[in-house]
């Protein structure tokens, strides 16, 4: 029997993450939680036969026993998860967070998916489209020899960049930052991202320099990337190496880029693929290993989180 | 002329002029140009990162000092100009911002591609609430016609900009293409929003260039001393205040002052002449991105291609400022083939 979601905010994210969830052999999208009642998503996820309400959260809280809804995708923005975050996990459902809230840990499922990464909080937090595409590769390296520093670029259609990204663009470059150190493992991480309004579209690009301590061991350090690309394929089948690794006395780069399935937006959005399917990719984890709580189990208290929060 | 025209004179030596010197500039160059541009009465200097506060990275390369330092070393020396930073949103976060204005930076200048605008409503808001002169500057904006470019521009004038730069980031504008952005912009925009305009020098259109945009209602101007900058240049600033004191613009500087440091300071300093080599016209001809000159040519060396023929693939994918690390990439596929 396959385990109900919600997924909540219907823009880009959240309406591509109904695509995605529909073909999961674990997972069946049950609720698609909006706000605007006129939202494309929300009338496409009618459509396909999921619930919907635009009522934002509240409309979804009623239904949740009923519908046996364990897991929820939060696709709206870091201020509303904050909301949404306190709320959900009262009644004990696990949610993976794609806003840059960053209340829960962060999770790039090669690195760092692991049991007790998910059940140590109700929440984990899917970091950034960057972060999904490049944080794989500093792993790979920080994982053969020790890297100061990691830089990466991540240059994006115009078309593919919603309004909550633009509002706050300085969250990506700092959560994705962060990310490089906390997850990739690098002393120092530094991200920049470029937003190019080409027509056609570009598909997603990245650059990942890796600054290491010694001389690079480059067989070692390739076999490593190689490896690692294959992990991140097995999710998101257009990632792929254009050029590198190229070493360069003691700098790694890699180029690579993120071709999507086109289930939602058209397959230039690589950076959203990425996200939906890294997000997809830990719930089904969460299901196939049986981690979910305990209806009524409270892992984190409402009080709790609410000081996650203003942390 | 019935009334005088007058322009403030902006300057991009310390700034601009970081491409070409590979952000390399000491604290002591900074400081001794920085004073001289003073002592020549030019109103406004800019001082950063090429790319931007926050753009020492391994993309657009490492400055040896931080920009903090440099605008802490250079403010307190002068007596009258103003300093003003620019941010590149992408690049620099608000952080960089706000260190900027605790350094004495007064003017902010906000940067984005000419068609992206909206990724700079959190920056442009935090500038103007600080207080400070805010510039909305959109860049490469020969990419868009006019009509296009004054819909980003309103955008920045609405959430706080109090001037709008038409940029010409990859010095490929003719004097028409400027006449036409700028009245466009002067049409749309408030009568209290100021209108600049910053130039590049592939085409040798600089000079011409800037005229055209006063002439069509701008009235602050970019340029830079020996026009030290990217590409083949920014407006050479000496040359540029003889054409104006010819033609009775008032710009209130020293024009001989001028002379003497492009040619005893900024020109000893260049690492290469700083002029239209075939690299830097194909930047202005292909509408390429200007700081990609030195980057092109470097990666043309190491893999055994053509500089011109990178530039010109980088004009095919329709990049845009920032993207140094598709030249890299480009090389590499171009040495595949």
Redesign the interface.
Do not use: F, Y
């Given at each position: 029997m396959k385990t109900n979601v919600a997924i909540i905010g219907s823009g880009n994210i959240g309406t591509d993450l109904v695509m995605k969830t529909l073909r999961s052999k674990t997972l069946r999208p049950a609720w698609l939680v909006g706000v605007d009642p006129q939202s494309d998503g929300l009338a496409k996820a009618a459509k396909l036969g999921l619930k919907t309400t635009a009522l934002g959260v509240e409309g979804l809280i009623p239904h949740l026993r009923a519908d046996g809804i364990r897991i929820a995708f939060d696709a709206t923005s870091a201020h509303a998860h904050a909301h949404n975050a306190r709320l959900l996990q009262d009644e004990s459902v696990f949610v993976i967070d794609l806003t840059p809230a960053a209340i829960g840990p962060f999770c790039i499922p090669p690195v760092n998916l692991s049991a007790d990464l998910l059940t140590d909080r109700l929440n984990v937090n899917m970091v950034t489209c960057g972060g999904q595409a490049t944080i794989p590769i500093v792993a790979a390296v920080s994982r053969i020899q020790s890297v100061k520093y990691a830089e990466i670029v991540a240059t994006v259609a115009s078309k593919s960049v919603g309004p909550g990204t633009r509002q706050n663009i300085d969250e990506f470059t700092r959560t994705t930052a962060q990310a490089i150190e906390s997850v990739g493992g690098a002393e120092r991480g530094k991200a920049i991202i470029i937003i190019n309004p080409a027509e056609p579209p570009l598909i997603m690009r990245d650059t990942i320099h890796c600054v290491v301590e010694h001389a690079p061991d480059k067989a070692a350090i390739a076999e490593s990337i190689a490896q690692m690309v294959r992990e991140v394929q097995k999710y998101v089948p257009g990632y792929r190496i254009v050029n590198g690794p190229v070493f360069d006395n003691h700098r790694v780069t890699l180029f690579v880029e993120v071709q999507g399935l086109g289930d939602y937006l058209p397959e230039y959005a690589g950076n959203l693929d990425i996200m939906t399917a890294a997000a997809l990719r830990t719930a089904e984890m969460m299901v196939e290993r049986q981690l979910l709580p305990k209806e009524g189990r409270r892992l984190v208290s409402a009080s709790q989180s609410q000081e996650a929060v203003q942390r | 002329m019935s009334e005088q025209k007058s322009v403030v004179l902006h300057d991009m030596t310390l700034r601009d002029g970081m491409h070409p010197k590979r952000h390399q500039i000491s604290l002591d160059q900074m400081v001794r140009l920085a004073m001289a541009l003073d002592d020549a009465n030019v109103p406004l200097i800019e001082v950063a990162h090429g790319d931007g506060l926050g753009g020492g990275?391994?993309?657009y390369g490492f400055a040896p000092h931080s920009d903090s330092e440099y605008l802490r070393a250079v403010i307190p020396k002068l007596k009258k100009a103003r300093v003003s930073a620019l941010l590149i949103?992408?690049?620099g976060?608000?952080?960089h911002l706000r260190m900027a204005v605790d350094c004495g930076v007064t003017t902010m200048r906000i940067a984005t591609?000419c068609?992206?605008a909206?990724?700079a409503?959190?920056h442009i808001g935090l500038s103007a609430k600080l207080g400070v002169d805010t510039v909305g500057f959109l860049m490469m904006a020969h990419m868009v016609p006019p009509d296009e470019l004054v819909v980003q521009a309103k955008k920045m004038e609405s959430y706080g900009a109090n001037c709008i730069y038409c940029t010409d980031s990859a010095g490929t504008m003719l004097p028409a293409d400027v006449t036409a952005r700028i009245s466009a912009l002067r049409g749309a925009l408030s009568a209290r929003t100021e209108i600049g305009f910053h130039g590049h020098h592939n085409l040798a259109m600089g000079v011409a260039n800037s005229l055209a945009a006063i002439d069509a209602g701008a009235r602050r101007i970019d340029a830079s001393s020996a026009g030290l900058g990217a590409g083949a240049g920014n407006t050479p600033l000496e040359v540029f205040v003889a054409v104006l004191t010819r033609l009775g613009v008032y710009h209130g500087t020293d024009l001989y002052k001028l002379m003497d440091i492009a040619e005893e300071i900024v020109v000893p300093m260049m690492d290469q002449p700083v002029r239209i080599d075939r690299d830097a016209l194909v930047l202005g001809y292909a509408g390429v991105y200007s700081s990609f000159l030195l980057f092109a040519k470097r990666a043309a060396e190491k893999y055994g291609v053509s500089s011109r023929d990178i530039l010109i693939e980088m004009g095919r994918?329709?990049?845009?400022g920032?993207?140094e690390?598709?030249i890299?990439?480009v090389a590499?596929?171009m040495a595949r083939s």
């Open positions: - | 990275s391994i993309n949103p992408g690049i976060t608000a952080d591609h068609t992206e909206d990724v409503e959190q994918r329709k990049t845009v920032g993207q690390d598709m890299e990439d590499l596929t």
